[in-house]
């Protein structure tokens, strides 16, 4: 496999505050390779540092066999970075928007590629601010994307969107993979992560706390659960039971996270037959990346 990113123990400090913290990764052509991790994790300035808008304090960062914080002009024609929908001009046409950001590149710009491949041409005479949040989203996609970019770098590209949206924008996503671009998209949506993303580097306090397939993170780490409504058992008899990692309820909902579901059931089916406690809507459930990301928060508060 052809890396076509390299970052070895990355650190990026604010004064005394650590964003990014000796990270280390690799990144292969054409993968969409995910970035996860909660609000101040350090996924934007790990991004920004690849994309040669920040500059690292230690560690070495490669994009294409560039140094983004010394080579920035280089780099700038071989990725494509999507901007913030507020970066663009409120009053501007999406075709406006798309000639000036054309008018950027040397080389020939595939902005009629795009509007097909995008659907654009019925917005094509829409300001920008007059487009729906779906659509400005897709809009700023093309325009990272006009020069045929090798590597597509997406910040939470699906933020706000409704879940039909956010799937069509994953396809579109997908898309521009499939054509030969690699993409390096940060998310808090577990679910995009799971979803979309071929390989997925978990961050926490500026720290890589997991990186591999989705598939495989969830096989070495995710807890399953059992998941059930019942008003007569307690979230302390839960957690008392042997194999039980972590216990969520809201009221009466419960979701048991457990190392082995058939013992733990019935440890819970014995336990309401003897005390005659109801339980409803019993379900066997796999774990997702949702429940992998709060156990490894859960971890790190405890450590
Ligand atoms: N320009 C800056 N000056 C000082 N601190 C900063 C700056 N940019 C980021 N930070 C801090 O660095 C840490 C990482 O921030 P960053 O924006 O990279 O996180 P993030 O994972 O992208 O978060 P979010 O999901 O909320 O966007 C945070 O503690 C943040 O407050």
């Not at 898309?175 to 993409?183: A, Q, V």
Request: hydrophobic share 40%; with cysteine; charged share 25%.
């Amino acid at each position: 496999m052809e890396s076509v990113i390299s970052v070895k123990n990355l650190s990026k400090n604010y004064g005394a505050a650590r964003a990014v913290n000796n990270l280390s990764f690799t990144v292969y052509k054409g993968e969409i390779f995910g970035i996860i991790g909660p609000n101040g994790a350090g996924k934007t300035t790990t991004l920004e540092i690849l994309e040669g808008i920040s500059v690292p304090s230690g560690g070495e960062v490669e994009v294409l066999g560039l140094v983004p914080s010394k080579q920035l002009r280089e780099l700038n024609k071989k990725i494509g970075v999507q901007c913030q929908a507020t970066s663009i001009q409120k009053k501007m046409k999406v075709k406006e928007a798309l000639d000036l950001f054309s008018s950027f590149y040397e080389g020939p710009a595939q902005k009629d590629y795009l509007i097909d491949l995008l659907g654009l041409k019925e917005k094509l005479n829409v300001k920008f601010d007059d487009l729906s949040g779906g659509w400005k989203q897709r809009v700023t996609l093309a325009l990272a994307t006009l020069h045929e970019p090798e590597i597509l770098f997406l910040d939470e590209p699906s933020m706000g969107l409704d879940p039909s949206a956010r799937r069509e924008m994953w396809s579109l996503i997908r898309l521009l993979r499939d054509r030969g671009s690699t993409i390096v998209v940060t998310t808090h949506y577990m679910e995009e992560a799971e979803q979309l993303c071929d390989r997925v580097a978990m961050i926490y306090s500026g720290q890589l706390k997991a990186l591999n397939t989705p598939h495989e993170l969830l096989n070495e780490g995710a807890a399953d659960c059992l998941a059930f409504t019942s008003a007569g058992l307690s979230r302390e008899y839960l957690l008392s039971l042997p194999g039980v990692e972590r216990v969520e309820n809201n009221l009466d909902e419960f979701k048991v996270y457990c190392d082995d579901q058939q013992t733990t059931a019935f440890h819970i089916f014995t336990h309401c037959q003897e005390k005659g406690i109801r339980l409803a809507d019993f379900k066997f459930e796999k774990g997702s990346l949702d429940d992998l990301f709060v156990q490894y928060l859960e971890k790190e508060k405890i450590g």
